[in-house]
């Protein structure tokens, strides 16, 4: 891969506007870009010497509109090894099913934030490993507002969901803290939907999505003729929210010194507006989130104290994945349940194998990740299950001694429900081996065998008897 320095993108976009946009951005990361405005004139493109310098390709589909899919497979065809981004003002989960299909590494939907555009390049062109798998989607699948949807049996995970669900009810400030992609914005979401405050007024802000310079006047709003270019009045999110709930994701992004005029606002409840001579009384409760430690931060001297007292009247902080790789068959099955009702896809079943390999790899990016991974293993799945080598790079990076090891350790403890190409095995066979390992674990003692196996004695003797199992097995 060319050196960061002289990375190139090729842009095939036919809007002045959007493609000085994303020049702009580019350059920022260190890239060069060549805007081409047309499908022909991009093939053409990548027969020559600036086009064999190509890192990446970013495509509006509205250039090649309905034959977009055709056009990301023909670039792929030319050059397999190039990433590929789809930009599309359509949210469409069957548009993305094709275009990853037909090639694409990405699918990004306009107007995209600078973050997330510079994170997708990024990601498509990592040197390290080609781990396609691994990155980030943006189907949009729809959000289940309700504590239920939160799946996991882990101690800590119950409790956190525990806290959040009383925390929910009340009026209170809360501030949720763990790694990029456990869930907190979804838990947010939830506890909002379960609050006094459920039909109220509400808005979600990411504070690193917003710009530096407009953050301020999203937040408080401004006056006309506040600051040059404010050429309107604008009502600031914290107004906006009055009486209703204001979500702040990555909050510890917030500019220190607008960390200080925020924590005034939730002390008094008065909100003044940038170039306003009076504020304006409100009443919302805010839900925050941060990716680090709030508290360490504070410590540092980057997180200003009185925002941390005002927004942490309630601290949920929600386990990595990692901490609970118990909880990955049970998600697993969730997620696909959920991809399998996107339109283009269909229900799967997951082997045991694929459960080994996956509850193996330690997940840096978490529930979110694990979303991701099913979703593109399950657009380029085949047949009706999901097996080990449905997630190649994921087999990669875990080896195959982790997975056997794993295997065999469940194997040991538990009771396998597929076969090896992932159907079900039969009831019987089920059975036998659950009765095997209850003869197992209470060392023989056939009355404690039928106590907790729920029958009785003669009961459990028959079916020994019919199953051809013998009592000291």
Known sequence: MADSDSRLLML??????????????????????????????????????????LSAIILDQWVPGDDACELIHELKTRRPALPILMLTTSNSPMLAVEAMRSGATDYLVKPVAPDRLMQALRSATRQETPKDELQPLTEKMPTVLDFDAMIGTAPTFRAALAKAAKAARGHGHVLIEGENGTGKEMLMRAMHAASPRAKAPFRLINVRGVPANSIESVLFGHEQNAFPGAFDRQIGALQHCDGGTLVLDEIDRLAEDLQEKLAEVLATGIVRPVGAKHGFRVDVRVLSASNLPLADLNDAGHFHPALLKEICQTKVTLPPLRERTGDIPALTRHFLGRIGEQPGL?????????????????WPGNVRQLQAVLFRAAVFCEGETLTADSFPQLSEMVGE????????????????????????????????????????????????????????????????SDLGIDNAA
Not at 13 to 34: C, F, H
Not at 346 to 362: E, Q
Not at 409 to 433: H, K, S
């Open 12 to 53: 095939i976009d036919d809007e002045p506007a959007q493609a000085r946009l994303i020049t702009a951005l580019a350059a920022r990361e260190g890239w060069r870009v060549l805007v081409v405005k047309d499908s022909e004139t991009a093939i053409a493109t990548l027969g020559t010497r600036q086009g064999m310098q």
């Open 346 to 362: 269909r229900h799967l079943s997951v082997s045991d194998s694929a459960l080994a390999l996956l509850t193996a790899f330690d």
């Open 401 to 464: 001694t982790s997975i056997e090891g794993l295997s065999a350790m469940q194997e040991g403890v538990g009771v396998m429900l597929y076969t090896a190409d992932g159907n079900l095995r039969p009831l019987e066979e089920i059975e036998a081996d659950v009765i095997r390992l209850a003869i197992g674990h209470y060392r023989g003692r056939m009355t404690e065998v039928a106590r907790r196996l729920g029958i009785g004695r003669s009961t459990l003797y028959r079916k020994l």
